[in-house]
């Protein structure tokens, strides 16, 4: 007797004997796609297709052809398993529990800004392992619409690179020699929308019925039954969430941009097409991928389309369908969320990374306030996941800073959370009287008041505007913060991301105001290129960029050797002190306390007063009784015996 969905679902034991089945009547077929890999590809399916198939079946079940398009996935499964280099096979093999050491350190860059093109990386190799990196994040590299591709991520061809970095070709040859380096390489995989460029897009266009389901194409009621519950994500270059095709008079639905069109995961040919892309992406050597915009993937009418458990059961699928043919690659989350919803993306089963921006706005608040509670408190409620997947701790990054906090805990503290963010982008923007900051805003919201900011990490930290006001206090102070900052994702647990050139405090470069195609998006105000002269200087004390890139090197070198900071359990502690941030890391009963002093005056921190301590930073014994901190300064404190 045919077994129903809802029975599948709710039984295990038959999922089980469902999965037997398909895999029975299909052995013949996916042996011969999989050709030597075979005996590997049926080991994973029989582990995992259960899993696949409850997946499946959650999100495309009310398709007649649910089977079809499912059997179509694992004929796809096998290919791709055939077409894997051996080196990656033998990764598939081993445990992916690498971002868990204290050796793990990654960083991100722009291929052309950093080194021009592919060839020009590779020369960069050596001074990547110099900077003890071995996780590599190549920010987008795809084909992508000319001028305007919201810095690449409107990709037109997953399998064609930018003409000016080189082939996908030299892209797999640069992945593998990353690899032999001991670098993890890091890609984008965009996968809630493509460029109206794309071949997909432009079939759709011709009025190709099969891939204007790839999007949405809707009628204006259609459009108008989801437009009152979305938020608009760009407000200064458009208002609302959909852009009117020329040719057919309808509505696409462009979340991001006009030339960004989001692709319909209820039909499962694109699940499917995705799937097959991404494995493409795995094959050419990436251990990760950054699954972009994540939060946005599903759409439901009377929603806000943000976050729905259909994005979940989504991810998971795709984690499913890696586990089987690329069982190696790890997927890292960029939900830039409520940080209630970011937690949710975290798991061994769906995203094994995932970026921490509540972490990253509230220690520049922090540096802004001087004070730690908001900090504190958030990150005492919200810091643990699971033990086997990691936070990708950042200061800086390509895009903007959004104040991401929880508005709850800022009034349990007495906080207005709108008029704080008010405040945070003044002071960032360097329109708050004493502020040491020079952001620009990004993205003003013309109705409500409400931006971002953007940035270089030395130039938010106040580097620039005391060179210009020649100001060797105000300076110090710059230097001091951004070895702070540094100290904090270095230590507090997880995967610290340097975003590149902040290594050697490049400050804001204003000439995107000089490009048409850039100047009205302010991101670009802290996508600077790297220059041999610079890279040069970070050998030398005799320069600012040598200053903080050997003070940065202490730090990483000093955390190579804390096996707690790599895979040791993170506990955040309070302190009677309002400017200090504590937190304390345990693994196999060795235990070390950071201490941060948030202001640029003087501290005194009671709490560990009862301890003799040892800074692991300074290399010093700490005396007896309540600890004295310098402006800014940073204890990594180890136990020492009485």
């Not at 495309?60 to 179509?72: F, N, R, V």
């Not at 040719?247 to 941009?257: D, H, K, P, V, Y």
């Not at 004070?371 to 699971?386: G, P, V």
């Not at 204003?510 to 490009?515: A, G, R, T, V």
């Amino acid at each position: 007797m045919q077994k129903t969905t809802p029975q599948l679902l709710e039984n295990p034991e038959l999922l089980a004997i469902e999965s037997q089945k398909i895999l029975k009547r299909l052995s013949s077929s996916l042996k011969a796609s999989a050709k030597d890999n075979w005996n590997a590809l049926q080991n994973r399916l029989e582990q995992q297709l259960p899993a696949l198939l409850e997946l499946y079946l959650s999100l495309y079940a009310e398709h007649y052809d649910c089977y079809y398009y499912l059997e179509q996935l694992l004929k796809m499964l096998a290919k791709s398993s055939a077409q894997r280099p051996e080196y990656l096979r033998q990764q598939d093999n081993e445990p992916q529990n690498w971002h868990k050491t204290a050796h793990a350190l990654g960083a991100a860059c722009y291929v052309d800004l950093f080194a021009k093109d592919f060839q020009g990386l590779t020369q960069r190799i050596p001074y990547l392992k110099q900077s003890g990196i071995n996780y590599l994040h190549l920010m987008p590299l795809f084909k992508a619409p000319e001028p305007n591709s919201d810095g690449g991520y409107a990709v037109s061809d997953y399998r064609s690179t930018m003409p000016k970095l080189g082939s996908m070709q030299q892209l797999a040859e640069l992945m593998q020699q990353l690899h032999q380096q001991g670098i993890k390489p890091v890609l984008d995989f965009v996968f809630n929308h493509t460029s109206d460029e794309h071949r997909w897009a432009e079939k759709a266009k011709a009025g190709d019925a099969e891939y204007r389901d790839f999007y949405f194409f809707l009628t204006e009621q259609e459009r108008d039954q989801f437009a009152p519950s979305l938020r608009e994500i760009f407000p200064e270059i458009r208002r609302g969430c959909f852009t009117q095709d020329k040719s057919s008079g309808l509505w696409i639905w462009t979340t991001f941009n006009s030339f960004q069109w989001d692709l319909n995961y209820a039909n499962p040919a694109v699940f499917n097409a995705m799937a097959e892309e991404m494995l493409f992406l795995a094959n050419q050597g990436a251990s990760v991928l950054r699954l972009d915009a994540l939060a946005f993937v599903w759409k439901q009418a009377g929603t806000n389309c943000e976050n729905l458990p259909q994005a979940h059961t989504l991810i998971k699928a795709f984690n499913a369908v890696a586990r089987i043919a690329a069982p190696a690659l790890q997927f890292k989350s960029e939900a830039i969320v409520h940080p209630d919803e970011v937690v949710k993306y975290i798991a061994p089963e769906e995203c094994q990374l995932s970026y921490n921006p509540l972490l990253m706005a509230l220690l520049w608040e922090s540096l802004a306030t001087r004070k730690t509670s908001l900090l504190t408190e958030s990150l005492r409620k919200r810091f643990a996941i699971d033990p086997h997947c990691s936070w990708v701790n950042y200061i800086r990054c390509h895009d903007d800073i959004g104040w991401t906090f929880d508005d709850n805990i800022a009034w349990q503290l007495g906080i207005n959370p709108d008029h704080h963010r008010q405040f945070l982008n003044q002071f960032y923007t360097g329109q708050f009287a004493g502020s040491f900051a020079s952001g620009v805003p990004f993205q003003q919201n013309p109705v409500t008041g409400d931006c971002r900011v953007a940035g270089m990490l030395a130039s938010l930290a106040g580097v620039e505007k005391a060179e210009i006001d020649k100001n060797p206090t105000h300076l110090q102070h710059a230097l001091q913060r951004i070895y702070l900052l540094n100290a904090v994702i270095l230590s507090i647990g997880g995967l610290p991301l340097l975003y590149m050139g902040d290594e050697l405090g490049l400050k804001n470069d204003y000439s995107y105001l000089l490009d048409p195609a850039k100047k009205d998006d302010s991101r670009w105000v802290n996508r600077v290129a790297v220059t041999d002269k610079q890279l040069a200087q970070a050998t030398t004390t005799d320069s600012l960029s040598g200053q903080i890139y050997q003070q940065l090197q202490q730090l990483i070198q000093t955390r190579a050797l804390l096996p707690v900071l790599g895979s040791g359990t993170t506990e955040i502690l309070q302190d009677h002190n309002p400017h200090l941030f504590i937190y304390q890391r345990q693994l196999d009963g060795k235990r070390l306390v950071a201490v941060v002093n948030f202001s640029e005056h003087p501290q005194y921190c009671e709490s560990l007063s009862g301890q003799l301590w040892f800074d692991e930073l300074t290399a010093q014994k700490l005396p007896a009784g309540p600890l004295q901190l310098l402006p800014y300064q940073v204890l990594w404190l180890s136990p020492r015996p009485e």
